[in-house]
């Protein structure tokens, strides 16, 4: 089993303590894993609007969660 399936099927827990322990940690593992995605479709020449649509977002969220230029400053 992967990481992400060990998770889901424990979010799935009916001890509280366990499933939301796991849902934290596929919160932390999604927010990871689309960072690197975001990160491939801007090296790749996507615009904020084509990620965003991808995203179902809209581009002014995505552009202020991942613009580095605008964490930098």
Known sequence: ????????AAAG?????????AVLALRRLLERLEAIQV???REQGWSWQMIAEALEVSKQAVHQKYNRRGRDR
Do not use: I
């Not at 827990?13 to 322990?21: C, H, Q």
């Open 1 to 8: 089993m992967t990481e992400a399936t060990t998770l889901a």
């Open 39 to 41: 990160g491939n479709a």
């Open 13 to 21: 827990s009916p001890d509280p303590k366990v499933g939301l322990r």
